[in-house]
């Protein structure tokens, strides 16, 4: 009989050994009640309570939590319908708040974000709800962080995984794009061909300059050679009077026909001359040849007498 009751209060004080003792895991937390009530939290790692009278609540993962945020109808500011879905990264930062605070916290959090979406896209227009996720995320972040506060939670991120228009809206919104690109196009080629029509009216503008400056040129080349050989006329004039003045009868010659030979070729070069009769004698013309080779000579005498 001692031997039974001696079983019976090992086996007792086993039982309540093993009810004092709690192994909480990595990454979570106990919350502990005493008679229902809550007392303190347990840490990862040994616990201890108190046989019979504490006893363990809420086992709460400390861990990062994600949560899908299933998808939802939401009317834009342009009274566009699109659906919307996303997903939750959260963490419990007190898990006697998330325990106690709320009944369930992932249907109350993802309720709130829900909630928040249609109240973020409801007031833009469709193009800034595709275009600015990155503002409504932020925005939906701050304000269920600040109400999820008081849950003992600490909400790390919210994003929109997707935004779907309807199907005649997506349509509408690839014809604009292919009238937009159109446009671009149409426009990207009305600069080149204006280019085009600059740079060769440039080309020729440069071409006229570089023609006008060759003919301006030429003219002074042309006005330089007829300046001297005016100025030849005019030494050879000169030395024709000053023979005539000494009285050299082939320097008249000379005079006569020089002048007679550049008759002659003002009629033969006219643009009305077909024929050309000449009524004169040969041998005067000839003669007047020999008297200019003769004043050539004097003249070689007279410099080659004045040379030192």
Same mark, same amino acid.
């Given at each position: 009989m001692d031997n039974i009751l001696i079983l019976v209060f090992l086996g007792f004080v086993a039982v309540v050994v093993f009810r004092s003792i709690r192994f909480v895991p990595q990454g979570f937390n106990f919350t502990v009640e005493r008679f229902g009530k809550y007392t303190h939290t347990l840490p990862s790692g040994l616990g201890f309570l108190i046989p019979l009278i504490d006893s363990v609540g809420r086992k709460v993962n400390m861990m990062e939590q994600v949560l899908d945020v299933p998808s939802q109808d939401v009317i834009t500011k342009d009274n566009a319908v699109v659906k919307v879905d996303g997903v939750i990264f959260y963490q419990v930062l007190d898990a006697a708040k998330s325990a106690y605070e709320v009944s369930n916290l992932e249907q109350a959090t993802i309720a709130l974000v829900m909630t928040n979406i249609r109240t973020?896209?409801?007031?833009?227009?469709?193009d800034e709800s595709l275009s600015k996720r990155d503002e409504i995320n932020a925005r939906l972040m701050r304000v269920v962080d600040d109400a999820t506060h008081p849950w003992g939670i600490k909400v790390n991120r919210i994003e929109l995984k997707d935004i779907q228009p309807p199907r005649d809206l997506v349509d509408a919104m690839a014809r604009q794009m292919k009238a937009e690109r159109e446009k671009?196009?149409?426009?990207?080629?009305a600069e080149g061909s204006r280019a085009s029509e600059i740079l060769r009216a440039e080309g020729e503008k440069q071409g006229a300059?570089?023609?006008a400056e060759g003919r301006r040129e030429a003219a002074f080349r042309d006005a330089e050679a007829r300046e001297r050989?005016?100025?030849?006329?005019?030494?050879?004039?000169?030395?024709?009077?000053?023979?005539? @003045?000494? /009285?050299?009868? &082939?320097?008249i010659n000379y005079f006569v026909a020089n002048n007679y030979i550049k008759a002659l070729q003002a009629l033969a070069t006219s643009p009305n001359q077909k024929t050309l009769i000449l009524p004169v004698e040969l041998t005067s013309v000839v003669g007047s040849i020999a008297g200019i080779a003769e004043i050539a000579? @004097?003249? /070689?005498?007279? &410099?080659?007498a004045s040379a030192p």
């Open positions: 973020a896209i409801g007031s833009m227009d469709l671009r196009a149409a426009i990207l080629e300059v570089l023609e050989l005016a100025e030849a006329e005019a030494r050879a004039t000169e030395m024709v009077s000053q023979a005539i @003045a000494k /009285g050299d009868v &082939q320097a000579k @004097a003249v /070689g005498k007279k &410099q080659g």
